[in-house]
């Protein structure tokens, strides 16, 4: 174990192409929290999401522990998702920035507290009433939230190719990656098929919200290009100043 954490150590710093900051933070968090709870488990119990404690201890650090543990046991997948987080959430950072890519984290994990919060026990009830409920809950919501980051990078970049490791597929489209992904957990890893379906509508608001800021973002950048291509803009008119000046 202890070679297997100062692997994801090294990888994290030898990222192909270098990770940014937030990311790479991110990332080293993560593999903290795996070589916290090995040796001390009990710690589980005082990070994982417990809305009681939440709401009746003031506990309020759960809402964003949760989003820095897997909680669950060390394996391939855990390397899986630091893989992919750092390629599409690396990708991300390097396309919004900083700012916005927190803003991007903030708005996935508050709606996934959200429906966290108040589902009695199944996936979006008031949405599908006959919908089939997941048969576990996770107390912590970090797998939750990078699955949502990369559908809202899938779906700005969505003809762009990609390729899902460690299957040994032909590079395909961006917006065939999600659905994959989910097939890769199901047969590899057995995980439930369900578990995909909060993060993918999460990402929807997510995906408009970076579409607006970057309707609002290009404005000043075409003003800018537009003022270096003609400092003087088109209605300035040098000869009739110097004229009007002379008379």
């Not at 090294?10 to 990222?15: Q, T």
């Not at 070589?35 to 709401?55: I, Q, T």
């Not at 201890?57 to 669950?72: A, M, Q, V």
Request: glycine share 8%; proline share 9%; with cysteine.
């Amino acid at each position: 174990v202890h070679a297997k954490i100062a692997r994801m150590f090294s990888a994290i710093r030898r990222m192909e192409g270098g990770t940014p900051i937030i990311t790479k933070v991110w990332m080293a968090l993560i593999v903290s929290s795996v070589a916290l709870f090995h040796f001390y488990p009990e710690y589980k119990r005082d990070l994982c999401m417990n809305w009681s404690r939440v709401l009746k201890k003031g506990e309020s650090y759960r809402c964003l522990t949760t989003f820095l543990c897997f909680g669950g046991k060390f394996g391939m997948h855990t390397l899986l998702d630091l893989m992919i987080l750092s390629q599409s959430g690396g990708r991300l950072e390097r396309d919004s920035g900083g700012w916005r890519y927190l803003m991007t984290m903030a708005i996935c994990g508050g709606i996934l507290l959200c429906i966290d919060r108040w589902r009695p026990g199944g996936y979006l009830p008031w949405i599908a009433p006959n919908f089939p409920p997941s048969p576990s809950r996770s107390p912590f919501l970090l797998h939750s939230l990078i699955v949502s980051l990369i559908c809202s990078e899938c779906w700005r970049r969505p003809w762009e190719m990609t390729t899902l490791a460690p299957l040994p597929l032909p590079p395909f489209r961006a917006f065939l990656l999600p659905p994959l992904l989910m097939v890769q957990s199901v047969i590899l890893f057995g995980s439930d098929w369900r578990q995909f379906i909060v993060p993918a509508l999460v990402s929807v608001p997510t995906f408009l919200f970076a579409v607006l800021m970057d309707g609002i973002g290009e404005r000043p950048r075409r003003r800018a290009v537009d003022l270096r291509a003609d400092p003087a803009g088109p209605e300035y008119d040098t000869g009739t100043f110097e004229d009007s000046y002379s008379a």
